[in-house]
């Protein structure tokens, strides 16, 4: 045993001042009957127990070998398990932060998010969601979709006092009626035909422009998406001038 830990050090593989200490144990004299020896022992860690275990070509070495195979293999599973559930829970935090982030902002700036999905059930939700995009507006709203009934004028009545509104949608005798109905008592709606847009949009002060995955009265009956995109409302708008009719 001896000669392999001198092997040890001697082959670099340890540093004896690292892993070697010395201590001084008091015993009782063999010989002299009431007298005390104290005489100076090593005492090392468990690198040298694990490198000397390595060396020892034994029964006992082997027995060690198989043991300590096991433990590191165990111990090593289970640091790959722990550090996979630590880059998952870093990942959950980076994703919380970012949300908190974007609430924040939303918050302090009274901002809608610029993307996301509603689901079915969150009717209410979706329907203060829109509401709030058309209470940023200064000027005028533009609402494309094909399928409107009174929900829409309710949630445009939400409006600021002189913002201009105009729906383009497929008109149909019971909405006619409900136009009629509301511009008597709110602050007018115009109505043009629009029969060659499928999805849904709303232009806020002909500067930004959301696109919705459901038509407004259909809000948080089923999943949709809705999105601010990045391009010119002036491209849509050039649009609606050349395709709409009064």
């Known amino acids: 045993m001896t000669q392999h830990i001198g092997n040890i050090f001697k082959e670099g593989e340890l540093d004896e001042e690292v892993v070697c200490k010395d201590f001084l144990l008091t015993t009782q004299h063999g010989a002299i009957k009431g007298k005390s020896q104290t005489r100076k022992i090593k005492i090392y860690n468990l690198d040298v127990i694990i490198s000397v275990g390595y060396r020892v070509k034994s029964k006992q070495g082997t027995q060690f070998r198989i043991w300590a195979n096991k433990i590191l293999k165990d111990y090593l599973l289970k640091g790959y398990a722990v550090n996979k559930r630590i880059d998952r829970i870093e990942d959950n935090v980076h994703a919380l932060i970012g949300r908190v982030n974007e609430i924040d902002l939303q918050i302090?700036?009274?901002?809608?998010?610029?993307?996301?999905?509603?689901?079915?059930?969150?009717?209410?939700?979706?329907?203060?969601?829109?509401?709030?995009?058309?209470?940023?507006?200064?000027?005028?709203?533009?609402?494309?979709?094909?399928?409107?009934?009174?929900?829409?004028?309710?949630?445009?009545?939400?409006?600021?006092?002189?913002?201009?509104?105009?729906?383009?949608?497929?008109?149909?005798?019971?909405?006619?009626?409900?136009?009629?109905?509301?511009?008597?008592?709110?602050?007018?709606?115009?109505?043009?035909?629009?029969?060659?847009?499928?999805?849904?949009?709303?232009?806020?002060?002909?500067k930004e422009v959301y696109h919705f995955g459901a038509s407004l009265k259909d809000l948080g009956k089923k999943w949709f998406a809705f999105s601010k995109m990045e391009i010119e409302a002036k491209t849509i708008l050039q649009h609606l001038s050349n395709n709409s009719k009064k």
Do not use: C, W
Request: aromatic residues 10%.
């Open 108 to 206: 302090k700036t009274n901002l809608p998010p610029k993307q996301g999905i509603f689901f079915d059930g969150q009717v209410f939700d979706a329907y203060t969601f829109v509401t709030d995009i058309l209470k940023q507006a200064k000027q005028s709203i533009i609402l494309i979709d094909n399928y409107i009934d009174e929900s829409a004028l309710v949630m445009l009545s939400k409006r600021s006092k002189n913002v201009n509104a105009t729906i383009y949608t497929q008109p149909n005798k019971q909405l006619d009626l409900d136009i009629k109905k509301h511009n008597q008592q709110y602050d007018k709606i115009e109505v043009k035909l629009l029969n060659k847009s499928h999805d849904r949009f709303i232009i806020i002060d002909e």
